[in-house]
């Protein structure tokens, strides 16, 4: 038996899921199985999308790797089921989760401990007025963005450059979301920055910079392109690089987030000011994905990272010392 079968015992990758990322998950997944059990991990697929909790429960598992992205993953949702079964999870505990999946939420923590994010109002999905749409570019300026805030991999996005985009825009993100977020546009370049650790040991990987096609870094150029360019480390004067991954951990630990995430920055072009976007608290682990490329460039190997990150499964709420599960 090897050593980390020994130290782990039964592990569950957690991977497809229900949600609208469910294709992304499933490559994330089959890389972070493919990847223990290449490190003699004892790892077991297992998708939620097609098996119950029942089932979850009857593995058994000693830990999970959870690689599901979006609803129902990502959201502090199935984190409150295994706390409930008291099987620790890779990543953030249920109320970190849930707050790092509402974009609205992390910008208002964010914006409470003093950390910089885009301007932004809220607007009802179902109840937003044409009047309405129409006084929001005189508030945040043109171009500005729309947003479905509970959706991730650029799903329910929408550039809006004039008053007459607002609609179709609009329209667009109220398909996937009860609120849709409005926010400024900051132009410049679009950084990311993946986070390991916790608390006061939580530290920054290197910073990648993304360049797609156009400037178009939606689900195509993101997941499937071979078109997209990615630095990393990004091309930034050392103490760019330093604020940056400084605001990265303060923004994670704002939240209360553990393990690993990733922060998605946009750099003003204007005066390389860093403004937060969003944080990522169970981030893609495909061929495409930045974490990795983050971790490889810090010279971490994709499968040293999978293991790295489940050594820090844990659980949030900590069961008193007599309790013990089923």
Known sequence: MSQFATQFGKVGVLFGGRSAEREVSLMSGSGVLKALRIKGVDAHAFDPAERGIAELAAEKFDRVFIALHGRYGEDGTLQGVLEQLGIPYTGSGVMASSIGMDKVMSK???INHGLPT????????KGATAEELRTVPDELGLPLMLKAPHEGS?????????YSDMQSGF????????????????????????????????RALPIVEIRAPQGNYDYQNKYFSDDTQYFCPAPLDEALTKRIQSLAVRAFNALGCAGWARVDFMLRAADNEPFLLEINTSPGMTGHSLVPMAAKAA????EDLCVEILRMADLDLKPTQDWKPA
């Open 108 to 110: 208002r923590i964010w």
């Open 118 to 125: 885009p301007r932004f109002l809220t607007l009802d999905a």
């Open 154 to 162: 650029t799903i329910g996005i929408s550039k809006v450059q004039g």
């Open 171 to 202: 329209a667009l993100c109220a398909k996937y979301d009860e609120v849709v977020l409005a926010e400024e546009f900051i132009s410049g370049r679009e950084l990311t920055v993946p986070v390991l650790g916790k608390g006061r040991e939580a």
């Open 299 to 302: 010279g971490v190997s994709y």
